[in-house]
């Protein structure tokens, strides 16, 4: 028979990486992520740069700012469907194979709902993918007037882009 869950499920993993650098007045970061999901086909990345500058420019003005960018990559990882693929899993009769043995294409079930589908038709032959950038830049500029009388003026710019593709065979 077949054990569905042993079709869908793989070992996951993560990796990560940093990098900090700080000189002065000026610090920059970035950072790397990768995940491959516990279900097959199943992958997140995300990716940031972060730059920050403070200095004195001169007596009595001081500047602050701040950029950073995170971008986001996911593969397979809609929440909703990795659901309908966990529940197929589970509810599918382990007497039916993933491959019809005459056709060659997916087995079919005749049931109605989430079972409808066969699971590894749900991964391999429905992908998906969305990508997401958010970029942040904000600072201020200070002004020390007199010793108890600062005026700060600050501003930011808060960017956000999202696209999101799927495919059925």
């Known amino acids: 028979g077949t054990n569905w869950q042993d079709e869908i499920f793989q070992l996951g993993s993560q990796d990560q990486v940093q990098l900090n650098v700080k000189k002065g007045n000026f610090f920059i970061s970035g950072s790397a992520q990768t995940n ?52 197929s899993a589970i509810g599918w009769p382990t007497n039916i194979p993933v491959y019809d043995p005459v056709t060659g294409d997916y087995s079919r079930n005749q049931a109605y709902g989430t079972l409808a589908a066969n699971p590894m038709y749900l991964i391999n032959e429905r992908p998906g993918r969305s990508l997401r950038n958010d970029f942040l830049m904000n600072g201020f500029l200070e002004f020390n007037l007199t010793k108890d009388l600062k005026f700060k003026t600050q501003g930011a710019i808060n960017l956000k882009a999202a696209s999101s593709t799927s495919f059925n065979r």
Not at 42 to 68: A, C, H, I
Request: aromatic fraction near 16%.
């Open 36 to 87: 491959k999901g516990t279900i097959k086909a199943t992958e997140y990345n995300r990716y940031t740069v972060r730059l920050t500058y403070n200095e004195k420019l001169f007596e009595p003005v001081r500047m602050f700012l701040s950029v950073s960018n995170g971008f986001e990559d996911r593969f397979n990882a809609d929440f909703d469907q990795l659901v309908t693929i966990i529940q």
